[in-house]
């Protein structure tokens, strides 16, 4: 299909959307503006506050972790005045959702370029690409999605109940599901085109011996962007369970994905102080999943908006906090040991007697 179509395809069904996706008072020139404004921010961050590349200090990424959470909050305001209050509660608890999630991405991303032994200063450029892709993969997601759900009832209740399945995976899962190694498009790419032999800092393409070759850069980059391509298939679904809004869903999408980097850069060195927040996470998802065969079965929504923000909100809150707890017993456990000098390891990590003989 040739570009201008698909365009054509995408506008004539966003204008044309019915009602119950709630995009009755949204114009087709309202996700151009939108679009426009992803544009300029994107540019302004990669040509202006970002162009040369360079290791973000943390102070650096919490200031701009708040900058693009301000802009979010910021657009929440305008929904509500401009939309009411109930589609600026579901944009919030849309967001919300996006942006935990974006918490497990934040893992695998660290898991990626430690892999592949990507330098600070050149990830940002890495997630900036990435991110850019991500933008028009979540756009066709979700046209996709409104597209089933205005089409096939049943589409709802396969959502949920994939979600419910996600979260299983997601309680469930350890360190060694994240393998870069077997990513299917690396060995594509890799079979097909020629690899440079040297880094070759920033760059995606150079020529080696007259050769057009991909650095291993661009190799991240292709991990980076399919990895992205399977959170879209649980995220998507998961603000769907909200909102059928598709403005909604993909705005709050847009919004938490335009934030990522900076939360990476936040949280990479620290993620081992949320050990439990893959329950949260688990949590949230499996209360999505059952919302939407909840609503799905009985007709109408099972909770109002600001019931399910209160009900996500809490369960993030509860595996946060867990967290926390569990890290101010383990440091007083080392404290602990420090002072009796002849206590054993188990009695400062009581884990340790459930390992192997070599230490699994």
């Not at 979010?72 to 849309?94: C, P, Y």
């Not at 769907?240 to 709050?252: E, L, P, R």
């Amino acid at each position: 299909m040739e570009l201008s179509t698909f365009t054509s395809a995408t506008a004539s069904l966003l204008a044309q959307a019915p009602p119950q996706l709630g995009v009755s008072d949204v114009q087709l020139w309202h996700w151009l503006a939108f679009g426009a404004f992803v544009v300029v921010v994107l540019v302004l961050d990669l040509f202006v506050f970002h162009r040369n590349s360079h290791e973000p200090t943390l102070r650096e990424s919490a200031l701009w972790t708040v900058i693009w959470c301000s802009l979010a909050l910021a657009f929440n305001g305008l929904v509500w005045w401009w939309r009411g209050s109930e589609i600026a509660i579901q944009f919030l608890t849309g967001y919300l959702v996006e942006w935990s999630l974006s918490m497990d991405n934040v893992f695998v991303f660290a898991v990626v370029f430690s892999f592949f032994g990507v330098p600070l200063k050149y990830q940002y450029r890495v997630l900036f690409w990435g991110i850019l892709g991500a933008v028009v993969m979540r756009l066709i997601f979700i046209v996709l999605g409104a597209a089933l759900i205005e089409r096939f009832d049943w589409v709802m209740p396969i959502f949920g109940a994939f979600l419910v399945y996600t979260a299983f995976k997601l309680a469930t899962h350890g360190d060694s599901d994240v393998n870069p190694e077997k990513n299917i498009l690396l060995r594509i790419a890799r079979k097909l085109f020629p690899v440079a032999k040297q880094t070759h800092g920033e760059t995606f393409f150079v020529v080696e011996n007259g050769k057009w070759c991909m650095t291993p850069l661009f190799l991240v980059l292709l991990v980076v962007e399919s990895t992205d391509v399977l959170f879209a298939v649980d995220s998507v679904p998961a603000i769907f369970g909200i909102t059928q809004d598709a403005f909604t869903v993909f705005t709050s999408n847009i919004f938490a994905i335009l934030g990522l980097r900076a939360l990476y850069f936040l949280l990479a060195g620290v993620m081992d102080m949320f050990r439990y927040l893959n329950y949260g996470l688990s949590a949230v998802l499996a209360f999505v999943g059952f919302k939407m065969l909840g609503d799905w079965w009985t007709g109408h929504h099972m909770f109002d908006p600001a019931v399910s923000l209160l009900i996500i909100l809490s369960l993030l809150a509860v595996s946060i906090i867990a967290s926390l707890i569990a890290n101010r017993r383990d440091a007083a456990r080392e404290l602990a040991a420090l002072a009796d000098p002849e206590a054993k390891p188990s009695d400062v990590n009581p884990e340790l007697d459930q390992r192997d003989p070599v230490g699994h």
